[in-house]
C-alpha cells in the first residue's frame, strides 16, 4: 500500500508540474497492479512493456527524413535497441543511430528510444524492430518502411544522396534515447541516459530542478558523465524533481525531461 501510495503521489507531482497527466498504460500498469511495481509477495519481479509504438507501416520517398519513436516502460529500467530484420543496427554511414543503453540498471522507468535516418534510400526499406529488455523480460514491436523512387530521380541522383551520407552532412540535433520518469530507492546510484545524434556533434548540458546548469567538469554527487548521462549517486529525497537534457549543435538543439522520484526501500 505504501508503494501505491507513493506511486499515485509521483502521478499527482508530474501532473501539476507539466500541465498534464501520466499516460493511460502508465497508469493501469502500475497503479491498477501492484505487481507491476516489481515486487511479488516481496519478491522482485522482472518486467517491461512498450507503451508506444511506432506505426505498423510507414511509406517514405528517397531522400525525405524518417524517425521511428518507441516507449517502454518496466522494471529494471528498460535496455532499448533497434534490429532492421534480425540484425541489430550500428551507428553508420546508412542508419543515424542505434543508441543502445547497455549499462546494467535498476529501479522504475519509462524510456524512450528514436531511430533517426535523415536521408532515406532503398537500402532503408525493410523490417525495423524495437526491443526493450527489462532484466529477463522482453518485449518488442515491428514497423515495416517502404521507400519509393519517384520517376524524376535518377539513379545519379540517388548515388549523391548516399554520397551526402558518406560524407556527413550537416544535421539538426536530436536526443535519440531518454528515460521520461525513473524511481528508485533512496541511497542507489543512478545514471539517467541523453544520447544525441547530429552533424556537427552536439553539445550535451543537463539542468538540475531549479534549472540552473549541472557542471560537466564536477566531480560531485552529481555529474554530467564523459557519455552525456547525468550521474546521481547516493540518491537522496532532495534529489526528486524534473532534470533537463539539452543537446545543441550548430544546426538545431533539442531537449527532453525526466521526472526522478527517490522512494524508500522496504524492509
Not at 543515424?96 to 528514436?114: L, Q
Not at 541511497?187 to 556537427?200: D, M, S, T
Request: hydrophobic share 40%.
Amino acid at each position: 500500500m505504501m508503494k501505491l501510495l507513493v506511486i499515485l503521489v509521483v502521478a499527482i507531482w508530474v501532473h501539476r508540474a507539466h500541465s498534464r497527466r501520466l499516460d493511460d498504460d502508465f497508469d493501469n500498469n502500475i497503479l491498477g497492479n501492484p505487481v507491476g511495481l516489481g515486487m511479488t509477495s516481496g519478491v522482485q519481479r522482472d518486467w517491461v512493456r512498450i507503451s508506444q509504438s511506432p506505426p505498423q507501416s510507414v511509406s517514405q520517398s528517397v531522400g525525405s527524413r524518417v524517425e521511428l519513436e518507441c516507449e517502454a516502460m518496466g522494471s529494471p529500467a528498460p535496455v532499448m535497441q533497434w534490429l532492421k530484420g534480425n540484425t541489430p543496427l550500428t551507428e553508420n554511414e546508412s542508419f543515424e543511430t542505434n543508441a543502445i543503453n547497455d549499462v546494467p540498471s535498476h529501479g522504475i522507468a519509462k524510456a524512450k528510444s528514436r531511430l533517426v535516418i535523415n536521408s532515406v534510400l532503398p537500402i532503408h526499406e525493410g523490417t525495423f524492430t524495437c526491443l526493450a529488455e527489462s532484466g529477463s523480460e522482453i518485449a518488442s514491436t515491428k514497423t515495416k518502411l517502404y521507400v519509393s523512387v519517384h520517376h524524376g530521380i535518377s539513379a545519379r541522383n540517388i548515388t549523391k544522396l548516399l554520397a551526402g551520407g558518406l560524407l556527413g552532412s550537416r544535421s539538426p540535433a536530436r536526443i535519440v534515447l531518454f528515460n521520461t520518469i525513473y524511481l528508485d530507492n533512496i541511497g542507489n546510484h543512478i545514471e539517467l541516459p541523453c544520447k544525441a545524434v547530429g552533424n556537427p556533434i552536439p553539445d550535451i548540458i543537463w539542468l538540475d530542478p531549479s534549472e540552473r546548469i549541472i557542471n560537466p567538469a564536477s566531480d560531485g554527487r552529481i555529474s554530467v558523465l564523459g557519455n552525456g548521462e547525468l550521474s546521481i549517486r547516493g540518491m537522496k529525497w532532495d534529489d526528486m524533481g524534473v532534470y533537463t537534457c539539452v543537446a545543441r549543435n550548430s544546426v538545431e538543439h533539442d531537449s527532453i525531461s525526466t521526472f526522478v522520484y527517490p522512494m524508500m526501500a522496504e524492509k
